[in-house]
């Protein structure tokens, strides 16, 4: 049986990204527990709570859903240099004490989730960022990142001035390569000749490659001297770096994730914020706790989002970037091509 996922956009993301996503998996109709959940377990990925971006973004959609469906949560924060080890252990303790869904943020959890899901069948767990586990009670919750990276790429080739962009990813994966990919291809796009400065801070996430705002500072101040006056990075809590970087430089700085131009943390540099490429974590998160606590069918199985869907898009709430008739009138090409099928965005 298959189910369609409604992802609900809650202060991250623009209109345009309120609508439907397909699960491409099928969906339990048994009982997700025993009993009645005691609400919603969230494990965070690298970074944790307060990056303003990714991890923040699982938190937002845990806040909506303790807040519309009536019940309680518990946010858990990873510790520095952990296995995998210490990761079972979060979820299985989440698990044992009664939370149903319970959410590993990242694709580090996944040969966690594939241990703990098997133990405690009749809970449900979800997974952001890995579709590697095929399991009846496991939500395997992944994102086309490379469209939302494509108009973030043609919205820095319309926004520079020098015809000089960077982007910067975290860690060297192929989770990032996408994000560069689709950057790079979207900029292309625009201006074939434009120069793109293209850094990872590190090889491994051990390495504090998503962790670390002063190496996502340094990184950017590198390409910001080379002559990049837009950068974008990809790169959870080392990217609140880079945005102090641009602000310094009065240059302009894409987030990703969140619509990070409108995160508290960041007001300061807000201004020099153009736009995000937004993913719906938010949304993600919320969907499989309604699908588990309020319509008892919880969803399971690859539950992808893409532009056409609303899983990704651009924000829009910078009014600069909002006036610029030709980066919008560019973005809303680039937007009708990708859901049409007439572009088709690389992944590496």
Request: charged share 20%.
């Amino acid at each position: 049986m298959r189910r369609v996922s409604r992802i609900t956009i809650a202060g991250v993301a623009t209109a345009a990204l309120a609508v439907t996503v397909s699960a491409c998996g099928s969906s339990s109709t048994s009982s997700s527990s025993e009993g009645k959940s005691k609400g919603i377990g969230l494990a965070y990925d690298v970074g944790g709570k307060g990056d303003q971006s990714f991890n923040d973004a699982a938190y937002a959609g845990l806040q909506k859903a303790e807040k519309d469906l009536g019940v309680s949560g518990r946010d858990v924060e990873p510790q520095d240099n952990e296995t995998d080890a210490d990761k079972v252990q979060r979820l299985e303790t989440l698990a044992k004490a009664g939370y149903n869904p319970v959410i590993g943020v990242g694709f580090a959890y996944a040969p966690a989730v594939k241990q703990v899901a098997v133990k405690y069948p009749k809970v449900t767990f979800g997974i952001i960022d890995d579709n590697t586990i095929k399991a009846k009670n496991v939500a395997d919750m992944v994102f086309h990142e490379e469209q939302s990276s494509y108009l973030a790429g043609v919205a820095a080739a319309k926004a520079t001035k020098k015809n000089h962009i960077g982007f910067i990813g975290g860690v060297d994966l192929p989770l990032i390569h996408k994000f560069e990919a689709g950057y790079i291809q979207g900029a292309k796009s625009v201006n074939p000749k434009i120069k793109i400065e293209s850094q990872y801070l590190t090889q491994t996430p051990q390495e504090g490659g998503f962790s670390s705002p002063d190496k996502g500072e340094n990184a950017a101040n590198g390409q910001i001297d080379a002559g990049a006056d837009v950068v974008y990075a990809a790169a959870g809590l080392s990217g609140q770096g880079v945005i102090k970087s641009a602000a310094e430089h009065k240059v302009w700085a894409i987030g990703v994730d969140s619509d990070q131009y409108k995160q508290a943390a960041l007001a300061k540099y807000k201004n020099y914020i153009l736009t995000s490429a937004l993913k719906n974590v938010e949304g993600a998160v919320y969907d499989l706790s309604t699908s588990v606590i309020k319509d008892n069918k919880p969803l399971s199985g690859e539950i992808r989002g893409d532009l056409k869907s609303g899983g990704v898009g651009i924000a829009q709430s910078n009014p600069a970037f909002v006036k610029d008739a030709a980066i919008q009138a560019a973005i809303k090409k680039a937007e009708e091509g990708i859901k049409s099928g007439s572009i088709t965005v690389k992944t590496s």
